[in-house]
């Protein structure tokens, strides 16, 4: 498939209106599609994408395409997080990364790794959604 038709086909209306989120991490195999797992589903429910930065491990290498596909991308390590920034500023992409500090020592649906990444999400996620609570609270009227 040409670049063109991947990138054509990132905007494509029938994913639906969930957030698309890629996953990355070394090599695209335990960690983050485990992320993807437990971001498909309850309470999150997003769209997701798995992928790995290393050109010599992963079976699916995040590029411009994934990228440009995704609303935010999760990492595992700030090394990741580093190699994403330098991806996206060589393709001219702008994207939020939420970078998790989850060590490359688990096994895939590890139940502590499962644990460790939901947590780490919402830590890394919640509080922009209290300060936006917040603030929509504080604007009561004067009288």
């Given at each position: 498939?040409?670049?063109?038709?991947?990138?054509?086909?990132?905007?494509?209306?029938?994913?639906?209106?969930?957030?698309?989120?890629?996953?990355?991490?070394?090599?695209?195999?335990?960690?983050?599609?485990?992320?993807?797992?437990?971001?498909?589903?309850?309470?999150?429910?997003?769209?997701?994408?798995?992928?790995?930065?290393?050109?010599?491990?992963?079976?699916v290498?995040?590029?411009?395409?994934l990228?440009?596909?995704?609303?935010?991308?999760?990492?595992?390590?700030?090394?990741h997080?580093?190699?994403?920034?330098?991806?996206?500023?060589?393709?001219?992409?702008?994207?939020?990364i939420?970078?998790?500090?989850?060590?490359?020592?688990?096994?895939?649906?590890?139940?502590?790794?499962?644990?460790?990444?939901?947590?780490?999400?919402?830590a890394?996620?919640?509080?922009?959604?209290?300060?936006?609570?917040?603030?929509?609270?504080?604007?009561?009227?004067?009288?």
């Open positions: 498939m040409s670049m063109m038709n991947r990138l054509g086909n990132t905007k494509n209306p029938y994913q639906g209106q969930y957030k698309k989120v890629l996953c990355v991490c070394s090599a695209g195999l335990l960690r983050s599609p485990t992320t993807a797992v437990i971001l498909s589903q309850e309470p999150f429910n997003y769209n997701t994408r798995a992928a790995g930065v290393s050109s010599e491990y992963a079976l290498q995040v590029d411009q395409v990228l440009e596909w995704a609303d935010e991308v999760v990492c595992m390590e700030p090394d997080q580093l190699l994403l920034e330098r991806l996206m500023e060589k393709t001219g992409t702008v994207k939020p939420i970078c998790l500090k989850v060590p490359d020592r688990f096994r895939y649906r590890d139940p502590k790794l499962m644990e460790m990444i939901k947590e780490s999400y919402l890394a996620t919640q509080p922009a959604a209290e300060e936006k609570k917040k603030d929509e609270g504080s604007s009561d009227p004067v009288v």
